[in-house]
C-alpha cells in the first residue's frame, strides 16, 4: 500500500495527517456520454462550459487556491480539537503559518509585479523544526493511554470506506474518529472532504504526464529555461525554483538572506515567463488536456469545485466564529 504524494505545486501546511492509503490497481475505468437533439444539445453545451471553468478552477494552484488551502486546513483544526474536547481529551491544534500573501507567484500563475515573491516565509523554518506541539503531547502519553487516543482521533482500524480515483488507483479512507467528524463537519462527508485534495492530485499527475510530451508546452518550457540561466537562475521548472526557496526555509535561512533571494528569483521568472509565454501555454494546454478526459473525471471535478465552496463557507464561519471568541 502507498500514499499519494501532495500535489505538485501546492504549499500545504507541514505535518498534515495522512489523507488515504491507496492500493494501486490494474482497474480501467471507462467513461461514455450521450447528447440529445434540440434544446438538450444546448443545455448540454453549457452544462460542458460550466464544468471546464470549474475543472479550471480546482486543477489551478494560484494566489486564491494557497489561501483557500490555509483557511480549510485552520477550520479543520478547529473542528478536530472541539471533537476531541467533547470526548475528554486534549488536541493542540498545529500552526497552517501565515496567511499566504495575496499577491504570490505560484509555479502556474504570476502575482504581483510591484511586489515580486512566492509568498516562502522564514516561519516554515520554525514549523518544520522537529515535531509538533500535539505530536509531542501524544508522545508523551502511555501506550495504553497513546492507543485510546489514537482510536479518539482516527476511529477503530477496521471503520474504512473504499474509493477510487480517475487515474485507475484505489484505496480505502477512514470513516471513524475526530478527525473524520471533522472533515465530514467542514465538507458535508468525509469522502468530499478526501476528494477536495486526491482527485485534483490525481488529474494533475495526469496533466504532468501529457505536458511531458506536448511540443508547444515542451518548447515555451525550453525558454524559460534558457531565459532563466542568463538571468543567474539556472533552474528546470517554475516549481523547482519554488521548492528550492521552500527547502531553505525549512532548513532555518533568515529573512536577511531569504527575501532578496526569492525576490531576485521571482523577477526574474516574471519576465522570462513574458518572453516564454510558459504559464499562458501551460493554460492553453491545461484546457485541452481536460477536453480530453473522460466525462466521468470531468463531472468529479465539478463535484470537488461544488464541495469546496461549500467548505469554504463554513471555514469562513468557523473562523470568525474562533476570532470573536478570541477578542471576548
Not at 65 to 87: K, N, Y
Not at 112 to 126: I, M, N, Q, W
Not at 300 to 319: I, K
Request: proline content about 6%; hydrophobic content about 40%.
Amino acid at each position: 500500500m502507498t500514499e499519494l504524494p501532495h500535489r505538485r505545486t501546492g504549499q500545504a501546511p507541514p505535518h498534515l495527517p495522512p489523507l488515504l492509503i491507496l492500493l494501486v490497481t490494474l482497474v480501467c475505468v471507462a467513461a461514455s456520454a450521450c447528447s440529445g437533439p434540440g434544446t438538450a444539445d444546448s443545455a448540454e453545451a453549457a452544462s460542458a462550459v460550466r464544468e471546464s471553468g470549474h475543472a479550471t478552477a480546482v486543477l489551478t494552484n494560484d494566489a486564491t487556491a494557497l489561501r483557500q488551502r490555509w483557511q480549510l486546513f485552520g477550520a479543520s483544526q478547529i473542528l478536530t480539537r472541539r471533537c476531541m474536547r467533547d470526548r475528554g481529551l486534549r488536541f493542540l491544534v498545529t500552526s497552517a503559518g501565515p496567511r499566504p500573501p495575496g499577491g504570490a507567484t505560484t509555479a502556474e500563475s504570476i502575482g504581483s509585479r510591484s511586489a515580486p515573491g512566492y509568498g516562502v516565509s522564514t516561519a516554515l523554518g520554525d514549523l518544520n523544526n522537529g515535531p509538533t506541539a500535539q505530536d509531542r503531547y501524544v508522545r508523551s502519553l502511555t501506550t495504553a493511554e497513546q492507543s485510546r487516543y489514537t482510536a479518539a482521533l482516527d476511529g477503530p482500524a477496521g471503520q474504512v470506506a473504499p474509493l477510487s480515483l480517475p487515474s485507475g488507483a484505489s484505496g480505502t479512507y477512514a470513516t471513524g474518529g475526530c478527525t473524520a467528524r471533522a472533515r465530514a463537519e467542514l465538507y458535508g462527508t468525509v469522502r468530499a472532504a478526501l476528494e477536495d485534495t486526491l482527485v485534483p492530485q490525481d488529474v494533475d499527475q495526469l496533466l504532468q504526464r501529457y505536458l511531458a510530451t506536448a511540443p508547444a508546452y515542451q518548447k515555451a518550457l525550453e525558454r524559460w529555461q534558457r531565459c532563466m540561466a542568463d538571468a543567474g537562475q539556472p533552474v528546470k521548472t517554475p516549481a523547482a525554483l519554488i521548492d528550492s526557496l521552500r527547502a531553505e526555509a525549512v532548513r532555518g535561512a533568515s529573512a536577511a538572506k531569504l527575501a532578496p533571494e526569492q525576490r531576485a528569483a521571482a523577477t526574474a521568472d516574471q519576465h522570462c515567463d513574458g518572453v516564454s509565454g510558459l504559464r499562458r501555454t501551460f493554460a492553453s494546454q491545461r484546457e485541452v488536456f481536460l477536453r480530453q478526459q473522460p466525462a466521468r473525471t470531468r463531472a468529479r471535478l465539478e463535484e470537488v469545485w461544488q464541495h469546496r465552496q461549500d467548505a469554504l463557507t463554513r471555514a469562513a464561519a468557523l473562523l470568525g466564529q474562533e476570532a470573536r471568541g478570541s477578542l471576548g
